[in-house]
């Protein structure tokens, strides 16, 4: 398939097109798609930050709840009792009553608090036993006997309060309730804060402790988005809270389920702290899990616990950012077809606009090859504009090149029928020699040959008569007297008049083959004494005729000497010939200077010749006008011969009875006499 | 007795010596006068010139050769045949060429025959006798009248 010039623009626009807006758009989606993880990851982190904020906020209110118990007027009355006895002698209460003032303040705030699961006050002085007691137990609130109170004394939580100053708060590990060293079904998480009490003197009474159901407490970690869990690790790693419930608390069952195992290499990245910001925020992503994770650290500074953390995370599943990377190359690819077939549109049209003078230069190309003269329109002053003037100049190059040459053909031609007529006129001397031949050179042959048949019959005619001479009568001697007299000599008259017009005719075509064949001297000549020669030779017939000669200045020529004497010899003998007798001849000579030509006229007052008779005059062994003087009509021929020979032309004007003038020219070539034409006469 | 006289216009003495010689040898008794050129023929023919005194009645039979200076036989033979009077006048051409172009020439213009003088001198005689006895054949119905 031949493709148009706009097709080609346009395929290779394409191509351009294509592979740049390609390369710019996968650019873009390559940084966008790291860009959008980040983003994804920067939100994720966001939200873990929130969820942080939100469980401190929950933990500085339990931290307030423990502290108001802890300083009610029940807690200090109880205090007091026990110190008294039995009996608050300041504000004149029993033990009893206190007891059951603090029962329904700590039921109240169980009530209030949903994720609270037991409120107690401990006492020490009687090992440890708990004094309150408030639970919840299957949703409902209740306030524990006196007589199902426990020892408590030898707990964890209450030996690490005890210990604590004034203000001290105390915040255990999160580990699984247990009844009476057993694990409570079903398994709830439990968070203890307690705070000490001390009594009048400064010593310590016992410890107020909240129990706090941590899967409740912890509930909004539940409630991620799709795509994103939370979960928080406890300073060893282990989970607390995560989806999987397998996994969280796994040490109570004796396992190990610790977060940096499912995400590796994150312990190290967990305990690089992000000193610029002062938090432990941290992210990473894991292609091949799918997953992006991002920490944090929940510190328990503002309670006077500084090493004490919380390890909070969120981790989103990759396909998420994936998703909006995907929508977004979608977005680019679509974006990058319409623009390429925009671009390719508007390059084919473009193309078109631009290629448009180039195809109709093409097609004036066409028509000038195919042999037209087209003018070439220019458009425009740009490459294709100076193209169409190039082309233009070549049309008209072309143009004036084909007239030379037409002109060079003319005058070739003119040239060729100029020689033609040369070859014409060299044809009709050698035509008019065979004619001669035929003719004029058998007609004297005619006579001889008649004459001699004659003079044989005649001599019979003796011989017989003489053969009778015994007796020769009158008759007989005047028949031999006429013989003898007139038939004889009559015939022998004319072969010897005809024999002589041969020998002459013979001779003049012998002069004139050498006269051909003679070679030329070329020379500078005067023509003036050429000419004085030439009047000299004939002067005794000049006299005769009563003749009168004018002879011009002329010029000094270049010629052959020979040549231009038997030239002048002729036309003057001619012109002295033919002037009739009784007339007083006049004949003038004279010369004109033509361009690069020097003419020559020989004018005489002689009988002239007829118009019709002029072209024949040059004519070999042709008379014209009256037979009245000797001549064997060959002069005109021989001199028009020798005007040839020097490149000259000769020609004649005349009045029948008023006279003749004969004009030659020969070629002017005085200045440069040193470098005659004819190669041939200068090696002479 | 009203004789047919004979013209011989030739240029060359020698050939019209010949002719008329031979016509006499061949018995030819007519009259013959020559020309040496087609102009005098013709003024003779038509009473002009030198011949403005000749009468005759156009009892004629000319022989004429083709090629003469100042008017040659073609010449003659045009004015002869244009003339009403002239025009029935017998023409023999003499001729030394076989040219066939003149040869054409001369018939289409309306001579009666063309001779061509032989070299030979017993053809030029015979040929010669020929047009003596042409002549004699002519001269029967003139006779008559």
Redesign the interface.
Known sequence: MKLTLPIKFGIVSLIITLTGVLGLAFFTFQSSDELLQEQSLSRLADDVSREKEVLKNKLRILVEDVRFLSGSAATKGIVRSVRGGGFDVDENMTLNLWRSRLETLLATVLAQRTSYSQIRFIGKHDRGREIVRVERYENKIETVTKDALQEKGNRDYFKETILLKPKGIYFSDITLNREKGKIAYPPEPVLRVGVPIYDATKTVFGIVVINVNFDLFASSLYDAPKHIFYFMANQRGDYLIHPERDKRLAFERNKQIRYFDDFPDLNALAKKPDTAKGRYLNSKIYPDLDAGIVLDRLYFDEWGIPDRFFVMGASARLTVFQKQSRILRNKIIGLVGVTALIMTLFTVLFARHITRPIRQLTNIADRIAGGEYVDVPVHSGDEIGQLSTSLGTMVSNLQSSRDDLLRLTGSLEDKVKEQTGELLEANKEIRDFAYIVSHDIRSPLVSIQGFAGVIREDMESLRSVVKKAHDIDDNDVSKINEILDESAPEAIGFIESSAGKIERLISAILELSRMGRREFKFGVIDARKTVLGCVDAIATMIDKNETEILISDLPLVYADALALEQIFGNLIDNAVKFIPSGRKGEIEIWAEGEENTTVFHVKDNGSGIASGDIPVIFDLFKRVGEQDTEGEGMGLSYVQALVRRLDGRIWCESELGKGTTFSFSIPDRIAHAGEPKHKKESNT | MNAVTILIVE?????A??IE?NLKRSGVVNDIVKF??GKLATDYIFSKGDYTDITHDYSLLILLDI?M??KGGVDVLEELKRNDKTKEIPVIMLT??DDQTEIDTCYELGCNAYVV??????K??EAIKNIGLFVNILAVPTNGV
Not at chain 2, 11 to 15: K, L, N, T, V
Request: proline residues 13%.
């Open positions: 240029d060359e003495p020698a050939h010596a010949l010689r040496e050129n090629n200076p100042v030394t060429t003088k032989p070299v030979e001198h017993a030029f005689s």
